[in-house]
């Protein structure tokens, strides 16, 4: 029946950022769907998610690292496998934002925003992909945005890791499509959480961007659980290298 290709019971997902914002939502949506979650951050700030998932019977298993640090990445996926006995799928989520004038951007922190949001991207696929291949199957979703397909304002290394993303879940799924595993990406429009919340109470960049999302209001972490999902469960198995927007309506205006 169709809705039994939704569910997650068994699998095992790693949440890159899921202690708070979209990822904590996604992991919770996936918890819900039935598998257990192994979530990243810098922090060890684990205890509301780990109450979620845990009350719902399912397991939950605690990694800290800063992916911007390529030492800090070697070897996540096997502690997920050590940890939980397997990867089914991979949620590269983690990532925060700089806003500053291209020709004052500080080359540091464009190298470290790009490390976080797409080198680590690619790190943890590969990393996952031998596991993966050798079972013939896996979910790889990454997170893009709506600036995937735009330039933003003063966020040029935010725009280039969000395009870039796209690209590598195209590229990914080019090669890993016929072997099993399913490459997609989730790209949001403006939703609440921390990083946003700048934006959101804005004096005037915040009544800017509601005035020109046609659904005429910001979206709730919560509502990319749908998605999440389907991305992750069998009802897509044949996805490969879509770019979805779920942005009440940002990119079609
Ligand atoms: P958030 O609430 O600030 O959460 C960011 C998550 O990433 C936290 O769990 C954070 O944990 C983790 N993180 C950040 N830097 C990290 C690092 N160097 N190493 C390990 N973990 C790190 O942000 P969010 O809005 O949920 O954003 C999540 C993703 O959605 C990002 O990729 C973002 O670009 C994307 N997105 C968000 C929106 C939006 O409107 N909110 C729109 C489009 C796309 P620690 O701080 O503990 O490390």
């Given at each position: ?189 403006y939703?609440e959480t921390n990083m946003s919340n700048s934006l959101k109470y804005h004096p005037v960049r915040g009544p800017q961007i509601l ?7 910001w ?35």
């Open positions: 029946m169709i809705l039994d290709l939704f569910q997650l019971t068994g699998r095992v997902a790693l949440v890159t950022g899921g202690n708070r914002g979209l990822g904590q939502a996604i992991a919770v949506g996936m918890a819900q769907a039935g598998a257990d979650i192994a979530c990243v951050s810098r922090s060890a700030d684990d205890a509301e998610i780990r109450g979620q998932v845990e009350a719902l019977g399912r397991r939950f298993l605690s990694l800290q690292a800063d992916l911007a640090k390529p030492a800090d990445r070697v070897g996540l996926v096997d502690k997920v496998i050590a940890g939980l006995g397997k990867v089914d799928i991979l949620v590269n989520n983690a990532g925060s934002g700089g806003r500053f004038a291209p020709e004052e951007y500080p080359l540091p922190e464009w190298r470290d925003l790009l490390e976080v949001h797409l080198l680590s991207a690619f790190d943890l696929s590969q990393q996952a992909a031998p596991h993966m291949l050798t079972r013939g199957r896996g979910k790889i979703i990454n997170i893009g945005s709506v600036m995937s397909y735009e330039g933003g304002l003063n966020i040029s290394a935010y725009a280039a890791a969000k395009h870039g993303i796209a690209g590598l879940t195209k590229s990914l799924a080019v090669s890993w499509s016929s072997r099993g595993i399913n490459v997609n990406c989730i790209a949001p429009g939703f005035d020109r999302i046609p659904a005429g209001r979206g709730m972490p919560e509502e990319l659980q749908g998605l999440a999902v389907f991305l992750a469960s069998d009802a897509s198995n044949y996805m490969h290298g879509s770019v979805v927007a779920i942005d009440g309506g940002w990119l079609a205006r």
